[in-house]
Nanobody, 123 residues
Framework: QVQLVESGGGLVQAGGSLRLSCAASGRTFSSYTMGWFRQAPGKEREFVAAIGWSTGLRYYADSVKGRFTISRDNAKNTMYLQMNVLKPEDTAVYYC????????????????WGQGTQVTVSS
C-alpha cells in the first residue's frame, strides 16, 4: 500500500517561494509516475507537475512552467515541488499522487493520494 505525506505548505506573499515535499513509502517506486495536483475552493482538482521516478522525465502545466520545478530524491523516497514567483492564483490545497500507468495526467490516472497541504499566496 502506497503512503504519501505532503509537507511544506504555508502562507507567503506574492512573488515569494515555497518548497513542498512528498514522502513516499510502501512500495518500490521505480515504475511509478509521481505527480502534484492542486485544488482551489470551488474548483476542480488540476494537474500541476509530474515526474517519472526512474526516468526523471518532467511534465508541467502551462500555468506553472518556468516558475515551479519538480524533483525527487530516490534515496529518500521523497518528491519535491519548488514554487517560485508565487501568485495569488496559486492558492490551493496541493496534493501529491502516484501510480504506475499514467497516460493523461488527470486525477483519474492516479490511484494513491496524500492528504494535501495548504498553500496560500497573499497579494
Amino acid at each position: 500500500q502506497v503512503q504519501l505525506v505532503e509537507s511544506g505548505g504555508g502562507l507567503v506573499q506574492a512573488g515569494g517561494s515555497l518548497r513542498l515535499s512528498c514522502a513516499a513509502s510502501g512500495r518500490t517506486f521505480s515504475s511509478y509516475t509521481m505527480g502534484w495536483f492542486r485544488q482551489a475552493p470551488g474548483k476542480e482538482r488540476e494537474f500541476v507537475a509530474a515526474i517519472g521516478w526512474s526516468t526523471g522525465l518532467r511534465y508541467y502545466a502551462d500555468s506553472v512552467k518556468g516558475r515551479f520545478t519538480i524533483s525527487r530524491d530516490n534515496a529518500k523516497n521523497t518528491m519535491y515541488l519548488q514554487m517560485n514567483v508565487l501568485k495569488p492564483e496559486d492558492t490551493a490545497v496541493y496534493y501529491c499522487a502516484a501510480d504506475t500507468n499514467v497516460r493523461y495526467f488527470t486525477p483519474a490516472d492516479f490511484g494513491s493520494w496524500g492528504q494535501g497541504t495548504q498553500v496560500t499566496v497573499s497579494s
